[in-house]
């Protein structure tokens, strides 16, 4: 078993924003230990000589020119906002920094 | 409050200042890095309203995917080749994962571990004539975020915000972020290296022709880590990272200070804390912002939708071969085809009169009569009128003046004014000349006349001259110019002066 903690489990729900239960928090910790587990038996499958990559596809350099599209409408931006002032979206008031 | 700050001087007796800096370049490609979305770094799109440079991927709405812009990926190795880095055979984007409303997909396509340039070096002159190295760490692709105003609150900043408004015009402008190696050895010219290097970074992208970089539209920008260590001691100090430097003169002047304001805290046995801190223009300060924390815990990993960029050795070399010659380089040859001096060629290059003077030479005149011209009379009417020299006249005019000025036909005096009638719009100085009467009088018997008569009139001073006092005739020379109302060559009126003094 790979040892998530409690803690690790709490710190990724607060980066992600997502609000959990204590017992969420129980459950998770042991389903995410499994996951990662599972996922590890990966590397026991492949050799030294395996390089690793980040993508499945043998594939490089897909690129597109550099010529204008479409753009959206205001209408169209704004069909799926909370709120807006016709020209911007409106959000919250950020507390904290851009980064 | 208030920051306590130590002398400048007395900072650096005590501490030795390491710098590093990561500025960021907007590219000015037609359209944005991973979609075809209008670019607002592109001359074309300055001014469009808000939200209309934007397409899903802008939005990061679902579904949509990117695709790598060709011609970023041509910008960003020339910049990287000009920065004397090594272009890597493979690099990939990563995600940087944060929750921001600048950010719509909640992560910013960036590069982490496989950066497309790496291990460069830039070299900087000091207003000295010093050179240094600065040494290069990578420089990588990535996209801008959006923009955000805060609305409501004293005082629009994001403290008592009531909400914010956002635009995600600039999500997605293709962005190279160069980053340095920490930079030792500075010392007291911290504040001036500082400068030239975002000087002499901007100078290389305005060559490359790949970003307008201008620092007040955010073009450029320039986030300056500084830290401080005790005299003797290996270890680097804690350092700050202030962001928000957006001129070459704010980025000076952030350096200093936060050399003054940190070292007073050690001074007072207190510690830095390790935060980003924003630079505040009008009163020539920095204030805390966020504390490094969990925050940046920003889970880098390699970016799912987007394959490798692996540039063909074919490609690079033929963007090595394309590449203009270095503003450095440049400056060099030109301070040694023109003979000048450092400090010269130092006020031609902060005049921004480098490229004028050039033309001026190529039109005929010679380097020296060129740089006195644009840096003395034209600059100081351009200081006047608060415009640029090069807008008040053409290099042309200067040549052709300087020619008058050497034929015989104006004196510098004269040249003056012609110029004045120039830059008022009469013409060439040929035209001015003409039209305004002026021209050196030439005439012996007139410029005779004149002489006896002033000589006539200071009997003592022509009893000066018989007495081998010649600076006495300075007096004589200035009555005849004064007649003559400037007109007159004032090393023949010399001559004379002292041929007629002789003879009487």
Redesign the interface.
């Known amino acids: 078993m790979s040892d998530i903690t409690r803690e690790q489990v709490e710190?990724l729900a607060?980066?992600s924003?997502i609000a959990l239960t204590d017992e969420e928090i129980e459950s998770l910790t042991t389903e995410l230990s499994a996951i990662v587990d599972a996922i590890a038996k990966v590397s026991e499958a492949v050799g030294d000589d395996v390089p690793a990559t980040?993508?499945p596809?043998p594939?490089?350099?897909?690129?597109?020119?550099?010529?204008?599209?479409?753009?959206?409408s205001?209408a169209e931006?704004f069909a799926?906002a909370p709120s807006h002032?016709g020209?911007?979206?409106?959000?919250?008031?950020?507390?904290?920094?851009?980064? | 409050m208030k920051d306590r700050l130590m002398d400048f001087d007395e900072a650096l007796e005590r501490y030795e200042p390491v710098l590093g800096f990561e500025v960021h370049v907007e590219l000015g490609?037609?359209?944005k890095m991973f979609?075809?979305?209008?670019n607002p770094a592109h001359p074309d799109h300055h001014d469009a309203?808000?939200?209309?440079?934007?397409?899903?991927l802008s939005?990061g709405?679902p579904g949509s995917l990117p695709?790598?812009?060709?011609?970023?990926?041509r910008y960003s190795i020339s910049l990287g080749l000009a920065l004397g880095c090594e272009i890597a055979e493979?690099s990939?984007f990563a995600r940087k994962?944060?929750?921001?409303?600048?950010?719509p997909k909640n992560y910013?396509i960036s590069q982490y571990d496989e950066p497309i340039a790496f291990e460069g070096s830039v070299e900087v002159q000091l207003a000295d004539g010093r050179r240094i190295d600065i040494p290069i760490e990578r420089a990588h692709m990535e996209e801008d975020?959006g923009k955000?105003?805060?609305v409501?609150?004293a005082t629009g900043r994001?403290q008592g915000?009531?909400?914010?408004?956002?635009?995600?015009n600039r999500a997605g402008v293709p962005l190279v972020e160069i980053v340095t190696k920490p930079i030792v050895g500075a010392e007291h010219s911290a504040p001036e290296i500082a400068k030239a290097y975002v000087a002499t970074i901007r100078d290389i992208v305005l060559s490359l022709g790949i970003s307008e970089a201008r620092m007040e539209r955010g073009n450029l920008r320039c986030d300056a880590n500084v830290s401080l260590r005790p005299r003797g001691q290996e270890r680097f100090g804690t350092r700050t990272e202030t962001k928000n430097v957006n001129s070459l003169r704010s980025v000076e002047r952030a350096v200093r200070y936060e050399i003054q304001r940190q070292a007073a805290i050690l001074a007072g046995g207190g510690t830095i804390t390790q935060e980003?801190r924003h630079w505040h223009e009008d009163t020539g300060t920095t204030s805390p912002?966020?504390p490094k924390s969990?925050?940046d815990?920003y889970?880098y990993f390699?970016?799912?939708d987007?394959?490798?960029?692996?540039?063909t050795r074919e490609l690079v070399e033929q963007l090595r071969a394309a590449l203009p010659e270095q503003p450095a380089v440049r400056r060099r040859r030109l301070q040694s085809d023109w003979g000048f001096t450092d400090l010269e060629l130092q006020d031609v290059v902060n005049a921004g009169l480098l490229d004028t003077i050039e033309a001026t030479v190529a039109a005929g005149a010679s380097p020296a009569a060129a740089r006195k011209w644009w840096t003395g009379e034209l600059a100081r009417v351009a200081n006047e009128r608060g415009v640029d020299a090069a807008s008040l006249v053409t290099p042309g005019h200067v040549a052709e003046l300087q020619r008058l000025v050497d034929e015989g036909t104006l004196t510098d005096r004269l040249a003056r004014q012609a110029l004045e009638g120039v830059v008022a719009g009469e013409g060439s100085p040929s035209e001015v000349a003409a039209a305004r009467g002026l021209q050196v009088v030439s005439d012996e018997g007139a410029l005779v006349a004149a002489v006896d008569e002033a000589l006539a009139a200071q009997p003592d001073v022509l009893a000066k001259i018989q007495d081998g006092k010649v600076q006495a005739a300075g007096a004589v020379i200035g009555a005849v110019m004064k007649a003559m109302r400037g007109q007159a060559d004032a090393a023949r009126v010399r001559e004379i002066v002292l041929e007629r003094a002789a003879q009487s």
């Open positions: 710190h607060g980066l924003r980040s993508h596809v594939l490089a350099n897909v690129t597109r020119p550099d010529v204008e599209g479409a753009t959206l205001h931006a799926g002032d020209e911007r979206f409106r959000v919250s008031a950020i507390l904290g920094e851009e980064q | 490609t037609r359209t979609s075809a979305a209008p309203a808000p939200n209309t440079l934007i397409d899903p939005l709405l695709v790598v812009n060709d011609e970023a990926i493979s990939r994962n944060y929750y921001y409303p600048d950010t910013q975020a955000l105003t805060h409501g609150g994001i915000a009531e909400y914010s408004l956002v635009d995600y980003t912002g966020r969990d925050a815990d889970r390699p970016e799912p987007l394959l490798p960029v692996e540039p």
